[in-house]
């Protein structure tokens, strides 16, 4: 067993991620700056009874070099093993994320519905906010019903980044879209 959660910073395209490796899988793939930052430390050292420690390892690596590989547009889809920390909601919701393709976009409502009840769309949203795997569990393809972006733990600039390198940037937000 882990005695910490080793942590490595990562200077991404769209803004620095802190990764995060407990017992051979990754906990934490985060928005450095994000304003839920400490409640979401936390959340995962509370429920994995340990501390972060900023060190080395190889899942560490691979998921930097996977995500290098994204940023480039040579990969679609991550294979680094995950242990997502939340309430049994959050995980589902979570679980539903993974499975939106690269390159489209779902709404709010679309993923209530997937998840059998469309009336979960605030419990839905919430869940979605506190996602601790961003990207690699891709909370950024959830939009507005009208198509519209909405927010995102990394800023709404990293989330047109990030649709727009897979193509899935709502036609109506195209002409707001620099790199």
């Given at each position: 067993?882990?005695?910490?959660?080793t942590i490595?910073?990562?200077?991404s395209?769209?803004?620095?991620?802190i990764?995060g490796?407990?017992?051979?899988?990754?906990?934490?793939?985060d928005?450095?700056y994000?304003?839920m930052?400490?409640?979401?430390?936390?959340?995962?050292?509370?429920?994995?009874?340990?501390?972060?420690?900023v060190?080395?390892s190889?899942?560490?690596?691979?998921?930097?070099?996977?995500?290098?590989?994204y940023f480039?547009?040579?990969?679609?889809?991550?294979?680094?093993?995950?242990?997502?920390i939340?309430t049994?909601?959050?995980?589902?919701?979570?679980d539903?994320l993974?499975t939106i393709p690269?390159?489209?976009t779902?709404?709010?409502?679309?993923?209530?519905?997937?998840?059998?009840?469309e009336?979960?769309?605030?419990?839905v949203a919430s869940a979605?906010?506190?996602?601790?795997?961003?990207?690699i569990?891709?909370?950024?393809?959830i939009i507005?019903?009208?198509?519209?972006l909405?927010?995102?733990?990394?800023g709404?600039?990293?989330?047109?980044k990030?649709?727009s390198l897979?193509?899935?940037?709502?036609?109506q937000?195209?002409s707001?879209?620099k790199?």
């Open positions: 067993m882990a005695s910490s959660i490595k910073y990562y200077q395209p769209v803004g620095e991620l990764l490796e407990y017992s051979g899988k990754l906990c934490i793939c928005w450095r994000r304003k930052r400490d409640a979401v430390d936390k959340r995962i050292q509370e429920a994995l009874d340990c501390c972060y420690t060190g080395e190889d899942l560490l690596d691979v998921t930097i070099a996977q995500f290098k590989e480039v547009g040579k990969r679609r889809v991550f294979d680094v093993p995950l242990l997502p939340g049994e909601f959050q995980k589902r919701v979570w539903q993974l690269y390159g489209e779902y709404s709010y409502l679309q993923l209530s519905k997937k998840l059998g009840n009336k979960t769309i605030r419990a979605n906010g506190a996602n601790a795997i961003s990207i569990i891709p909370c950024h393809r507005g019903a009208d198509g519209s909405t927010g995102y733990a990394g709404l600039p990293a989330k047109k990030l649709l897979e193509d899935a940037l709502p036609n937000q195209l707001l879209f790199l």
